[in-house]
């Protein structure tokens, strides 16, 4: 599985971006994707889940009614949606997929075995 992410870049505070995650795999929907992202000097945290084949959604606190995670099955793409940005949003932000991921483990990156090449995000002030 390899998974190709972009969309980041430097914004100011109070901007959106947009992040994409393409996936070459068969199957697609049948996949559980994530957004994970981490700062410099900082362990890696949980952003947004979406499992595959199936409505359940999942947000990290810090994110929850400024991100919105959706997908497109047709175009096996992942999608990340980032409002109302903050300067702690920045962070290198990876996208994950795995099949095996059950519900209770949508916000753990232990769940997820494969990973893409992240894209930093900046949010200046």
């Known amino acids: 599985v390899q998974l190709q992410a972009s969309g980041g870049g430097l914004v100011q505070a109070g901007d959106s971006l947009s992040l994409s995650c393409t996936a070459s795999?068969?199957?697609?929907?049948?996949?559980?994707l994530a957004w994970f992202r981490q700062a410099p000097g900082k362990e890696r945290t949980f952003v947004a889940a979406?499992?595959?084949?199936?409505?359940?959604?999942r947000y990290g606190d810090s994110v929850k009614g400024r991100f919105a995670i959706s997908r497109d099955n047709s175009k096996n793409t992942v999608i990340l949606q980032m409002n109302s940005l903050k300067p702690e949003d920045t962070a290198v932000y990876y996208c994950?997929?795995?099949?095996?991921?059950?519900?209770?483990?949508?916000?753990?990156?232990?769940?997820?075995?494969?990973w893409g090449q992240g894209t930093q995000v900046t949010v200046s002030s």
């Open positions: 979406i499992k595959g084949n199936s409505p359940a959604i």
């Open positions: 795999v068969p199957g697609f929907r049948g996949y559980t």
């Open positions: 994950a997929a795995s099949r095996t991921v059950i519900v209770s483990s949508m916000t753990s990156d232990q769940a997820y075995s494969n």
